[in-house]
């Protein structure tokens, strides 16, 4: 009865698309031939009742062709295969995400994208084929955001972030609330803490202000709010310092403040990792960089890294929610 059924799988085996799907990855039309043969071959014998040994022996060469052609196929797939990844994050938090993710290849446009999601950490990952891709993500309450990176074979793309946008903002961050926390000659300090590695909140990080001294401690969210007074100089700057035991210590330094606005940004914070100190001086306030010194005649290239007119078309064409 097995040997029949080889006769009937094997018009099957000849479809692309039935045998890939299965396998979930491109197969060459090679191995789809290959095993075409040996499941004819097989069952030929069994129609005719020939030799048994020697039908085996037959088969037994076909099978090996098929592991051949289907070895150097798998070779040449991941090959021309690259690593698609992203992180989500809300951009008001930090948090990660959890969201829906539509992506194409550019060249196949975006009539019909492939749905998937986020893992449970916000991490998308997959690995396609070469190429441009496009990408849409999207989550309850957010606004969509689209990316088009490109592909390369063995290449990461490196850990890029989507930073999804709120609607509305948090209750943090809401207007009504801010508003009434607005002092004179103060600016208000607040901003969100999370572990560096899970991106969840960190509760009970004290918060140093200096020149001031004042200080806060982050809730369960992970935030922390005090109300400061604005150093008196023509650039007014302050030293932000996050310290949490079992965590390195972050310093946010030379930051820039004003009089009724908001200020801080936050911190990610690494466990058991060293201290890490940011300059946060604004740009304009820098000392200017001395001109690098070229030891051979650049010549730019601007079309190397263009994206096509159509994937920006896409990029900043209407997004329907």
Known sequence: MALGHATIAAPLLRQPLVFG????IPVPGLVIEALA???ERWGRCNLFGLDAQRCVSRLSADMHRVLLLAGLGLVATAALAGPLEFLVRDNSTG????????YARAEDGWSNPVPAYTDSSGWFRRTVPDGYYLAEVSASGYKK?????LVRPGRAVGRHTMRLSRKEPPYEFSDERVDRLFQPGRCLLHGFVLDADTLKPLRGVVVEASPSGLEAVTNSRGFYETSIPVPIAEYPMIDEVFRLRGYGTVANRNMLVHEGANCGGGAEMIRGGPPVEKDLTHRHLRPAPSPPVQTREVRPNPSRFRRPQAIMDWLHGPRPD
């Not at 948090?95 to 539509?102: E, R």
């Open 37 to 39: 043969c040996a499941g």
């Open 95 to 102: 948090y990660f995400v959890v969201a829906s993710v539509k």
């Open 145 to 149: 955001m689209r990316w088009a990176p």
């Open 21 to 24: 799907e299965y396998l979930n």
